[in-house]
């Protein structure tokens, strides 16, 4: 069942009076919450329940999501710390177009030059959006921050994901047991 649902952020703040919350975005989540008219909320083990959305709106790196009356105040009191998550078959498409930071595992990255540098083999979630660990052709554990100056373009068919010039930003793990 947790396979099915995306966590796309985390309640950090809620004014029941308002019916409201303030939610920290998950690293690389912030999109999905643009023209979200609901949201699934999971307060603890139990299952994520359906929230509507009255509105929303940014704020010093939070999303001021505001609920219909159908969330009534007092639930909205318990929802201190909730995920906040979506079903991942509503997940939208990123901006940039690359995959989101979850599905990136497996891929093979390659230099603008078309030289394979090695393949992905895990994913590391951060507040400054995440890092890919790969391992490179020589047998090399490295990582790489998951930015827009480091990756390109992604060809989803081909499972291949484009990097710009990543000596810069790239980090030789020599000490890692995977090497």
């Given at each position: 069942m947790e396979n099915a649902w995306l966590e796309?952020?985390?309640?950090?703040?809620v004014d029941a009076a308002r019916r409201s919350a303030r939610v920290k975005p998950a690293a690389g989540c912030l999109h999905e919450?643009?023209?979200?008219?609901r949201f699934?909320?999971?307060a603890g083990s139990g299952a994520p329940f359906c929230?509507?959305?009255?509105g929303m709106h940014m704020m010093r790196g939070l999303v001021r999501v505001a609920f219909t009356p159908g969330l009534s105040r007092d639930m909205v009191e318990k929802l201190g710390h909730a995920r906040v998550m979506i079903p991942k078959t509503l997940r939208a498409p990123r901006p940039d177009g690359l995959p989101g930071l979850s599905e990136m595992t497996g891929l093979r990255i390659v230099l603008a030059t078309g030289e394979l540098l090695g393949d992905i083999i895990e994913v590391i979630e951060t507040p400054a959006g995440g890092a890919v660990r790969l391992k490179m052709t020589d047998g090399r554990i490295a990582a790489l921050p998951f930015t827009d100056a480091v990756f390109t373009g992604v060809d989803r068919n081909r499972g291949l994901v484009h990097v710009a010039d990543p000596d810069p930003f790239l980090v030789i793990d020599d000490a890692s047991p995977d090497a």
């Open positions: 796309i952020g985390q309640v950090v703040a919450f643009e023209s979200r008219d699934w909320l999971c929230a509507r959305v009255a």
